[in-house]
């Protein structure tokens, strides 16, 4: 595994889904497993690098025919930080003003090449200078 830069991705689905850091998040680094399907129905820990003073900007987008989203939700909110979202497969997540960590799960539901079902993505969030 590897951290994952602003215009890198992380993996989902073997190359078929991924979560992508935007050019709002410069300051994010995310670093999980290589695969995840959602046909698995699996739950996943991702470590979220994230700069104090920017935000992290995870979208869900298609990468193949194969792939459907049916929904992405937040089901634990941030205990410090924030969310804001500007639609079903964008959030942005800001880190509070103070404290060093921070976590939030997202679950993921839709349909690939293992079936359909959801993942559930726990992210554990170290806020830095």
Wanted: net charge neutral; hydrophobic share 35%.
């Amino acid at each position: 595994m590897t951290w994952t830069t602003a215009r890198s991705t992380f993996l989902l689905a073997t190359s078929i889904i991924i979560v992508s850091l935007g050019p709002a998040s410069a300051d994010c680094q995310i670093r999980g497993p290589d695969t995840m399907y959602l046909g698995d129905g699996g739950s996943y820990s991702l470590q979220l690098t994230a700069h104090r003073s920017g935000t992290c900007s995870l979208s869900f987008t298609r990468k193949a025919a194969d792939v459907s989203f049916s929904s992405v939700e937040v089901t634990n909110q941030p205990k410090a930080g924030k969310f804001s979202g500007s639609d079903t497969y964008n959030l942005f997540y800001t880190p509070p003003p103070t404290g060093n960590s921070d976590s939030f799960s997202l679950k993921v539901c839709g349909k690939d090449t293992h079936g359909a079902g959801c993942n559930v993505l726990n992210y554990a969030v170290t806020i830095v200078e």
